[in-house]
């Protein structure tokens, strides 16, 4: 058995707000061993299910938080920026299961940290499916067939997933009081969760792969128009009349992703918000 193993941050345990998340931060040095640990339980609890190999990728932002000297041994791991489908760089058909771990909730919902991609996405939208990063990387693992069977972060990330993806188990490890404020489990108390219920999504694998339309219609919806403006630039797009979507029909899932990761770029060009 081949396991997948994506990693965010704002969903890990005790980290309530971007201190914890940017590496220029006061706090994300203790907020990347901590992610880190986290993987390692889900790691631990994969190989003793029966993996024979798990591979990571790290998932957050410049995607080079994970701490490799502190990484369970028996794991490879991606790490660094640009990668063609970033969160989801690796994955493919020869996977039996994908995990997210340290994920949120999507843009403008409840959630600590919530947002998707980066601060200038309102909502994106997969045909008529509205998704943030959770759902748009189960469309990819969905297309090569790979249920993603656990989502590990708030519980606003569990709810996201559970009303997504038919049998996926969820680690709820921290509860949302504000998007900067939350109610946590301990590291020590999160990681024996995470272990329990990795083991449990293996050892049954009931989660379903989330599968999109053969050409699905994407949809990104900007929190201004210059923005729009930005992402417009790439071919094969078009900005909705007198709003700040932008839509892109694509070949298929991958080509809708890597239309996302370009617009996305191309948006935060924008110099005046």
Known sequence: MKVYLSVDMEGISGLPDYTYVSSNEKNYERGRLIMTHEANAVIEAAFEAGATEVLVNDSHSKMNNIVIEELHPDAMLITGDVK????????????DAAIFLGYHARAGQKGVMSHAMTWGVRNMWVDD????ELGFNAMVAGHFGVPVVMVGGDDCAAAEAKALISGVKTAAVKETIS????????PVKARALLKETTAEALKNIQAKPLIASDAPVFKIEFTNYGMAEWANLMPGTEIEPDTCIVTFRAKNILEA??????MTELAMRTSFC
């Open 84 to 95: 063609p489908f970033s969160m989801v760089q690796g994955l493919d058909s020869t996977y």
């Open 129 to 132: 499916e509205v998704v943030g």
């Open 179 to 186: 998007r900067s404020a939350v109610k946590s489990l301990t």
């Open 257 to 262: 992703y890597q239309a996302m990761l370009v």
